[in-house]
DNA sequence: CACGCTATTGGATGTGCGACCAATAGACAA
DNA sequence: TTGTCTATTGGTCGCACATCCAATAGCGTG
């Protein structure tokens, strides 16, 4: 039995470990919450001493920054994909929206709602949040441009549109901790019907909202 | 100079001492935040020792839930006067959107953040934030109700546009800690677009948003 | 194979926290 | 005034954390 005890110890480029652990770090924050990501928990993670994760990041909090710019950035790159750049852009709306539905979306409603708040509080955290909204922001607004371009739609101001849409995903988010059961259909589809709405779309061109859970 | 240290003790009623807890607990909240309700922390506001604190809340998490639930049911009452009773809905409800905007209710939405994402690891945190939401939503709705009865607008269901008004707002209010001059007025002005849609009711009746930081 | 660079360790230090408890001293009744 | 009840004190304890640093040992180079 020596298999729990290895005093062996690895030894990797900078570039690789720092990536790992910012890997790390950036699933904790998605499972468990950004306060989760101490330097014991991520070394523990990756059965390394906390020393390490101290030497790459002198300082915790902008391990906890860069984790979330990860995290929210790899999401948004799963949620509008450039692979997909070449369909048309009611379709890739639609996808959109049907992802920002189901436990899936929770984990990043939650890891929203975090940051947010903790950036009340950590100003390197502050300044990625901002950054990361921007992202998403700009890739929404980027495809309603191209909808509006390729006439599948009109938008008098597709980047008031985006932010119109994010407000409301935020809104919706918001009680990703909290008991939703019950949630009228009107309420799950707003996003929905405000895409549809702005762009002057046919109700239900987007794909009908998941019904909240029944009974 | 003995000002500066009083080794008198000063005795006052249980339900007394305990009211002045949780209320210098429920301006803490709302002025720094969840987690800076400490013992500690509320003892130096009162000038008393933590040990103090320690009695009336033997745990933590229960102050913080009893300071939340005080702070955001006193802001409840402030938006939605029960005074205001006897005035039109349509006056009322013009009046609540008008103080959902501008650094008073920064502090509120704050809060509001601060405790659904704390309510994820706070049971009984979390328990309040579900109480303090039906509470608001239910006010909300009765206002609605009460405009519908009076004839000022119509509603096919006040319950469900009094969600998609707290929805809104929460997702206006999720940004409180992050950059948003700039704003569009298409944004800011959100929750009164969707109250006069809902309600039937002309633009402007409920009286123009603020405009966003000028410039 | 031996050497030197540096990634990694192991430990120490200090802080702030919740929780717990015996001793103390106000306030009120007798 | 005296006595009793209990609100309040003044500590202690253990825990988890970030931060810092000298010593160590992997690994590529020569």
């Given at each position: 039995?020596?298999?729990?005890?290895?005093?062996?110890?690895?030894?990797?480029?900078?570039?690789?470990?720092?990536?790992?652990?910012?890997?790390?770090?950036?699933?904790?924050?998605?499972?468990?919450?950004?306060?989760?990501?101490?330097?014991?928990?991520?070394?523990?993670?990756?059965?390394?001493?906390?020393?390490?994760?101290s030497?790459?990041f002198p300082v915790a909090e902008e391990l906890?920054?860069?984790?979330?710019?990860?995290?929210?950035?790899?999401?948004?790159?799963?949620?509008?994909?450039?692979?997909?750049?070449?369909?048309?852009?009611?379709?890739?709306?639609?996808?959109?929206?049907?992802?920002?539905?189901?436990?899936?979306?929770?984990?990043?409603?939650?890891?929203?709602?975090?940051?947010?708040?903790?950036?009340?509080?950590?100003?390197a955290?502050?300044?990625?949040?901002?950054?990361?909204?921007?992202?998403?922001?700009?890739?929404?607004?980027?495809?309603?441009?191209?909808?509006?371009?390729?006439?599948?739609?009109?938008?008098?101001?597709?980047?008031?549109?985006?932010?119109?849409?994010?407000?409301?995903?935020?809104?919706?988010?918001?009680?990703?901790?909290?008991?939703?059961?019950?949630?009228?259909?009107?309420?799950?589809?707003?996003?929905?019907?405000?895409?549809?709405?702005?762009?002057?779309?046919?109700?239900?061109?987007?794909?009908?909202?998941?019904?909240?859970?029944?009974?």
């Amino acid at each position: 039995m020596s298999s729990s005890v290895q005093p062996k110890r690895v030894r990797k480029n900078p570039e690789a470990r720092r990536a790992e652990i910012v890997a790390t770090a950036a699933r904790i924050a998605l499972a468990e919450g950004l306060e989760c990501i101490t330097m014991r928990r991520v070394a523990e993670e990756l059965d390394v001493r906390p020393g390490l994760i101290s030497h790459y990041f002198p300082v915790a909090e902008e391990l906890v920054a860069e984790a979330f710019g990860t995290a929210a950035g790899g999401e948004l790159a799963d949620l509008l994909p450039d692979a997909d750049a070449a369909l048309p852009a009611v379709r890739r709306l639609a996808r959109f929206l049907e992802r920002t539905e189901g436990p899936r979306y929770d984990e990043l409603s939650r890891l929203w709602l975090n940051a947010r708040h903790l950036s009340r509080f950590r100003p390197a955290l502050r300044e990625r949040v901002d950054r990361q909204e921007a992202l998403w922001r700009d890739a929404l607004t980027a495809l309603l441009r191209d909808g509006v371009e390729a006439g599948e739609f009109r938008a008098p101001d597709p980047h008031v549109t985006a932010i119109q849409l994010l407000v409301v995903l935020d809104g919706l988010g918001a009680h990703a901790n909290t008991e939703r059961t019950g949630r009228p259909a009107a309420v799950t589809g707003m996003a929905h019907a405000l895409a549809e709405r702005e762009l002057g779309l046919p109700a239900g061109t987007l794909g009908t909202p998941h019904r909240p859970h029944h009974r």
